[in-house]
């Protein structure tokens, strides 16, 4: 049994990134569903909020006050998971009581000086000037001789413990590589070492070939609901030449990156009319100053919202005991997405034609 006849039943798949496995169970989505669906009532959107902290000119949680910026603006966190301070500390009992202490630097990017505002109705040039601020914090803080990774990822809403609504994202760099980084990175390097090629580059032939799971591209990057994606409507976003960082993207890659960000942003929006939210990651190569021919550029997009704008998945039960398990197929899921219109809904419903 293989292919359609195969996605038909319950079955498992692989993630070679991870090397872990999901399960699937398309014929569950036949059962009934007694939950609400219904749209948000979202409230009317503010430039300005005086008691965001985020906000130009406004005073933050740390006590230090922001510029009256525009555009974007960076800060160092005021309340930074890791620390810069060289200290170093370790335990370990038997091999089974283990810690060592962890340095690192955290700052806090934000998007625009519109606190309304998010990827999906931000202009593409704006995206643009986003994209060079995280290309010059990945360089800036990977130059730093004990900084071995950088981690750009946005939290979009409150399911997601956004903790404020302003556009922002925020970098985490540390010592370490983070499990989810290290495993990639060995799959990868596992999978160039075995075949001589590089693995990324091999599923997205693969993925534009079936033509199946794509949700939008252009000519630098496709954005895709990968073959064991967890999550119901999961992207991940790959770049078409190989790349090992954002670093090392051209003008009009960088162009089109910020296009297909909007993109996929829009149609996030648009699927359940609401401002759709997620955790969404760059990972990109190792800042230990070692060579990653193995290392592919891509972002990870994990939304939790399942049925509407107000039912989410959750990781309960069997997922937290056993393994992953989805319902909606991943091509269902792309399906979905693919279908969608590229003008954001407010915007379709602002227009004179309706």
């Known amino acids: 049994m293989v292919g359609p006849a195969l996605f038909k039943q319950p079955h498992r798949r692989f993630n070679p990134l991870t090397r872990e496995w999901i399960l ?43 510029p009256n910026y525009q555009s974007t ?52 040039s704006e995206i643009e000037s986003v994209l060079q601020v995280w290309i010059d914090q990945y360089k800036e803080l990977g130059s730093f001789p004990w900084i071995n990774h950088v981690q750009i990822f946005e939290n979009r809403g409150a399911a997601m413990g956004a903790s404020n609504p302003h556009p922002h994202c925020q970098i985490w760099a540390n010592y370490s590589l983070p499990n989810q980084a290290e495993k990639e990175m060995l799959a990868q390097r596992e999978h160039l070492a075995h075949r001589g090629s590089c693995m990324l580059c091999e599923y997205l032939a693969i993925e534009l070939e079936h033509d199946e799971r794509i949700v939008c591209r252009n000519e630098s990057f496709a954005a895709l609901v990968p073959f064991w994606a967890t999550w119901p409507f999961e992207v991940m976003l790959l770049s078409t030449r190989h790349v090992g960082s954002m670093g090392e993207l051209t003008k009009v890659e960088l162009k089109a990156l910020a296009e297909i960000l909007h993109r996929l942003c829009i149609r996030y929006d648009n699927l359940f009319e609401t401002s759709f939210p997620y955790s969404m990651g760059f990972h990109q190569s190792p800042t230990d100053g070692a060579a990653h021919p193995e290392w592919h550029f891509h972002a990870h997009y994990y939304p939790p919202l399942l049925r509407s704008a107000t039912v989410s998945k959750f990781m309960v039960g069997y997922e937290m005991l056993g393994s992953p398990q989805r319902d909606l197929t991943p091509e269902a899921a792309a399906e979905r997405l693919r279908s969608l219109n590229e003008v954001h809904y407010r915007l379709q419903k602002s227009s004179p034609t309706g």
């Open 24 to 66: 699937v169970s398309p014929h569950r989505m036949e059962r009934p569903w007694q939950g609400k669906v219904e749209k948000t009532h979202e409230p009317p959107g503010v430039t300005y909020d005086p008691g965001c902290y985020l906000c130009p000119g406004n005073a933050r949680a740390g006590g230090a006050r922001n």
């Open 73 to 124: 603006f960076v800060f160092d966190n005021d309340f930074p998971a890791l620390l810069s301070q060289d200290s170093v500390g370790e335990l370990n009992e038997s091999d089974l009581l283990i810690a060592q202490t962890e340095r690192g630097i955290c700052r806090v990017v934000c998007f625009s000086g519109q606190h309304d505002l998010t990827l999906a109705l931000m202009k593409e």
